[in-house]
């Protein structure tokens, strides 16, 4: 094969995804490669290791040089590629095997100039769709710029794709640029392309990064508005681009400038520079509608006081409210007025209070149904860990999902002693048919008379040899990579439990992605943080040292409730990383009417705060206290009668106010909703408790 590609990869301070990333280049099914390393003056070894390649593979060829920033690492490669093609990979990120020759197939038989992969973001592919195509100039200069509803398959990254040589010759990236100089040389390149072929089959593993210093407001950010400047003088001629274009640089900067009050970032100069482009925006007449809209959810949500917003946030609004114009102010004012009244103070027209004694509140819901009963306290056995991980699958009549799910267990990579444990909580359909094929050495039947979901996961529990333990709904999956991402951290340190984040799903439409803050908590500070995160027994492995003193309260619905109150207290070091490991399954069909069994959901709050020790009730505890017996009190008990949530009302004031109480410490409210549903359940007002409740979820 006489063509060669030539993938140029920006090296800094990656020593822990560095061999992943390289790996994945040479065991291209395309072997004519030229892999260039350009080591951005690391610190931490990664221009060792990327030595070490080089002497292994004379595909590999090295540079050095001092720190520059990740544009001038790959004008170094650019400079020294001598392939037909380029290409250009991320130290953190890796490529299917196939990538370089599917990319390279569709630029030969479709005498294309720039072909592109569909991505993985953290393992989850954006397309779930396979499709091939070509696109014009200025399609693929829409979906680059994010201007079009379709999906990011292009993105305004350049490493999910392969050059011709020819089209980048005497081009290259713009040093001086902190955000945005890849968007800007991908346009310039589609400019010289005359055919761009593309497919959505997902072939670059892109990692999300930690973005936290992107989200700090600085000077940099500017490079943002610059790039679009250019691509402005780029697409000059163009008037429907053009002014696509500017209408998102405005939007980008307002969005500055938002950041900004937020931030309390007063840096003059950046908010001149910036307000030159709000005062010409095409968008002026959407001002009082969308723009209000974002004031109101950037700032006023997270405020909650005008002190805040006229205060001294007073010289943003000056600046993005008429173009910097002071007299539109007091015109804009009354709008904003209104919406900061929405969230609380527009309760007050649905208050309404009412006298329910506790005994009356019980005796109602008790006669319509009761499920107040003491729990067994769990088996505690010594056992032997002989495993690194335990699969707890509890099973109930799921035959229509159970293949999928084991497929997606028994698939994963998992270079370690583990075992799976199929408990069949006396199914009736053909999941014991199903379970008992996949019966191996590491997968093990259990099967017991029907008890329910919380009596399947204890059996597990009791069963279980492993250091770990994960569980997986019968008519879920996992993603690929689940159970290694999730097992990976604790090899190196000793956490309680590690959460990734899930997705839902119908049929093969993707619903809703978690984006929960990755980070790793210890105490102190984990009694105060580890609430925002998920109580669902799922997504997650828990150590047997924090199940060996816990079981699932059997018999009741949200069982897993559980989790917030006994799990997560008695937590000590907790860790949730940024990889999707779970597809929840969503059913649209499922009955939603309202039963009386949801009852339980305040019952079994009830009994978890009766079992948890005194010197558990926390701050946090207490808002997790009363966001079980408002928000989700609301969200379960959908559709019954206004007679038993008045009941419910009255009881939930007895427990919460015996759970404060017991709060040995300063309360703080985590969110302001918060401490207004407290102060509805005070003053017995019923009516701003239900409509608090709904608004907040």
Same mark, same amino acid.
């Given at each position: ?14 020593? +822990?995804? =560095? ?46 040089? /001092? ?111 902190? *955000? ?27 990692? #999300? ?111 993005? *409210? ?29 208050? /309404?209070? =009412? ?35 335990? =699969? *707890? ?18 698939? #994963? ?18 999941? +014991? ?27 597990? *529990? ?152 005194? /010197? ?49 410490? /300063? ?31």
């Amino acid at each position: 094969m006489s063509e060669k590609i030539s993938v140029i990869v920006p090296v800094y301070n990656v020593r +822990k995804e =560095i061999e992943n990333c390289i790996e994945s280049i040479l065991n291209q099914s395309f072997k004519n490669l030229e892999i260039i390393l350009v080591d951005d003056g690391s610190t931490d070894g990664s221009g060792k290791i990327c030595d070490r390649y080089a002497k292994k593979d004379d595909r590999v060829i090295v540079f050095h040089k /001092e720190n520059g920033g990740v544009s001038s690492a790959r004008n170094v490669g650019l400079k020294a590629a001598t392939g037909n093609y380029i290409g250009f990979v991320d130290s953190d990120d890796w490529i299917e095997a196939t990538m370089y020759e599917e990319l390279y197939d569709m630029m030969e038989k479709g005498f294309a100039n720039l072909s592109i992969s569909g991505i993985y973001v953290n393992n989850w592919p954006e397309y779930t769709e396979e499709k091939k195509g070509r696109l014009s100039q200025e399609r693929a200069i829409k979906l680059c710029l994010g201007l079009t509803e379709e999906k990011p398959c292009l993105m305004s990254g350049i490493c999910n794709k392969l050059f011709q040589k020819e089209i980048l010759n005497g081009l290259y990236l713009d040093e001086t640029l902190y *955000i945005g100089e890849d968007m800007l040389f991908l346009i310039q390149a589609i400019q010289r392309s005359k055919r761009i072929n593309y497919t959505t089959k997902s072939l670059y593993h892109y990692i #999300q990064r930690n973005t936290s210093a992107i989200h700090t407001i600085s000077r940099k950010h500017l490079s943002d508005i610059i790039s679009h400047e250019e691509v402005l003088k780029i697409l000059k001629g163009n008037s429907e681009l053009t002014e696509l274009v500017t209408r998102r640089m405005c939007n980008n900067c307002i969005n500055l400038l938002l950041n900004c009050a937020e931030q309390k970032i007063w840096d003059k100069k950046m908010i001149l520079y910036l307000q030159k482009y709000v005062k010409k925006s095409p968008i002026y007449s959407y001002r009082q509608g969308t723009l209000l809209k974002k004031i109101y959810e950037r700032l006023i949500c997270l405020s909650y006081t005008s002190y805040f917003v006229f205060g001294n946030a007073r010289n943003i609004l000056t600046t993005i *409210i008429g173009g910097g114009k002071r007299e539109k102010i007091e015109q804009c004012k009354i709008y904003i007025q209104e919406l900061l009244k929405y969230r609380y103070l527009f309760s007050k027209f649905y208050s /309404e209070k =009412i006298t329910v004694s506790t005994e009356e509140a019980y005796k109602t819901l008790a006669e319509f149904y009761n499920h107040k009963k003491e729990m067994a306290q769990p088996e505690v056995t010594e056992k032997k860990e002989t495993k690194q991980l335990s =699969i *707890i699958i509890p099973i109930y009549n799921c035959d229509s999902y159970l293949d999928e799910c084991l497929k997606s267990i028994l698939t #994963q990579y998992m270079p370690f002693l583990y075992e799976v444990l199929l408990i069949d909580d006396g199914s009736t359909d053909n999941s +014991k048919e199903i379970a008992q094929k996949y019966e191996s050495e590491n997968v093990h039947y259990i099967y017991q008379e029907n008890q329910g979901a919380a009596s399947a996961r204890n059996l597990g *529990i009791r069963q279980a040899l492993g250091r770990y333990v994960m569980f997986v709904d019968a008519d879920d999956r996992l993603s690929d990579y689940a159970v290694w991402n999730l097992i990976k951290p604790v090899m190196d340190n000793d956490y309680d439990i590690v959460v990734g984040q899930y997705y839902t799903f119908e049929k093969n439409q993707v619903l809703y992605r978690s984006n929960y803050r990755s980070q790793s908590l210890r105490q102190p500070e984990i009694k105060t943080a580890i609430y925002q995160y998920p109580g669902f027994p799922a997504m997650k492995i828990i150590s047997s040292r924090l199940l060996k003193n816990f079981q699932f309260p059997e018999g009741y619905l949200y069982e897993d409730t559980a989790i917030w109150f006994h799990m997560y207290s008695q937590c000590n070091s907790f860790l949730c990383i940024p990889e999707l490991v779970y597809g929840y399954r969503y059913h649209s069909t499922r009955n939603t009417k309202f039963d009386k069994k949801k009852l339980d959901t305040f019952w079994i709050v009830e009994y978890l705060l009766q079992q948890l020790p005194k /010197e558990k009730f926390t701050s946090q505890l207490y808002m997790i206290t009363i966001y079980q017996l408002s928000i989700m009190l609301n969200l379960r008990l959908k559709g019954a009668d206004m007679e038993i949530l008045k009941a419910v009302f009255g009881a939930s004031k007895k427990l919460l106010k015996e759970t404060k109480e017991n709060v040995q410490e /300063e309360i703080c409210y985590s969110h302001r909703g918060y401490y207004l549903i407290e102060q509805a359940f005070e003053n017995n007002d019923f009516g701003q408790w239900l409509y608090l409740s709904k608004i907040y979820h």
